[in-house]
């Protein structure tokens, strides 16, 4: 049996595990490029890391699936008495990984850990570099609570966003959404994230799991103005994809979105919204401004080929 097929069947009968170590969702983004490395003790899966292999000009790489703001590791919950043991851990896990890595000896590897993942010191060990990247969190549990640490810039948003548009959920328009997400993405000199097929089939797979849910923004002559994708797992909510058709108003447009979405995550008696937010200095600011907590989270990097590290840095610039 192969690590996938293991790891398949581990995922079928654990609860809580987190929505991008979910196959169907790696399935989804991935479609089947997808692989694991597992820890076994005992013929139990301790612990998993997931990851998309990419094929680009005769490289291949180890990088993040689309739409998967951290895959890195997923630890089961081991008991340790001490915080010495609890560290102990910790590194044994992440120099396995380290050292599986090492042994397929891909051209690249670019794999962002989730925000619980505070030790990376076994793949610092292995000569792996690292990035710092943040997120903002909000915790929704409490409404009310949660309503007064938005901004009065945020706040003000939102009601100019009520004055003129409407929130509805619809999937029979995919194709015309998808083609405001390119634009979105082309604006910014980017492509989009993926295909068509690929976006169909995440939205409607979540909504059929009761995983995710499409917000639309409409406005009177009941046009889309503005989309926001969520997907969620037992704790966490997570703002994936958006994109807006009216620059003069997309800051009202998104803050009415995430609003609706933040009370959604608190609907379904979830923890966490997270805005999986980005390091580009406008977005951050936005996001900062619902009040959520800064998080930091860390993406590991290596490269085996001095071709493709030269190549890629020719791109960069």
Not at 134 to 159: A, P
Not at 176 to 191: G, I, N, P, R, V
């Amino acid at each position: 049996m192969s690590n996938k097929e293991k790891y398949i069947s581990f995922a079928e009968k654990k609860e809580g595990l987190p929505l991008f170590f979910q196959p169907w969702w790696l399935e989804c983004v991935c479609k089947g490029r997808w692989d694991v490395l597992i820890y076994e003790e005992h013929d139990e899966i301790l612990a998993a890391m997931v990851y998309l292999l990419h094929n680009t000009h005769g490289f291949t790489t180890m990088v993040a699936p689309p739409l998967t703001p951290f895959c890195g590791i997923y630890s089961k919950e081991v008991e340790k008495k001490t915080l010495s043991a609890r560290y102990t851990w910790e590194n044994k896990i992440t120099e396995y990984f380290a050292k599986e890595i090492d042994s397929l000896n891909y051209s690249y590897i670019s794999l962002p850990l989730s925000t619980q993942t505070e030790c990376w010191l076994g793949f610092y060990w292995n000569r792996f570099s690292s990035q710092l990247r943040y997120t903002y969190q909000l915790d929704v549990q409490d409404m009310e609570q949660c309503r007064e640490g938005f901004s009065r810039i945020v706040n003000r948003k939102i009601k100019a966003g009520e004055e003129t548009l409407n929130i509805i959920h619809s999937l029979d328009n995919l194709p015309e959404l998808y083609k405001d997400l390119q634009q979105t993405f082309a604006s910014q000199k980017m492509a989009a994230p993926v295909s068509y097929s690929a976006f169909e089939e995440i939205i409607q797979q979540a909504e059929k799991r009761n995983q995710g849910k499409l917000f639309q923004a409409v406005d009177k002559e009941n046009k889309v103005q503005a989309f926001l994708f969520v997907a969620w797992d037992n704790t966490t909510c997570y703002s994936l994809l958006s994109a807006i058709k009216e620059k003069e108003n997309q800051q009202s447009a998104q803050a009415l979105l995430h609003c609706h979405a933040i009370e959604h995550a608190h609907n379904l008696g979830l923890k966490t919204y997270d805005f999986e937010g980005s390091m580009i200095k406008g977005v951050e600011n936005f996001f900062r401004a619902f009040g959520g907590k800064r998080c930091p989270y860390i993406c590991i990097q290596k490269s085996n080929s001095k071709l493709f590290s030269f190549l890629k840095k020719i791109k960069n610039h």
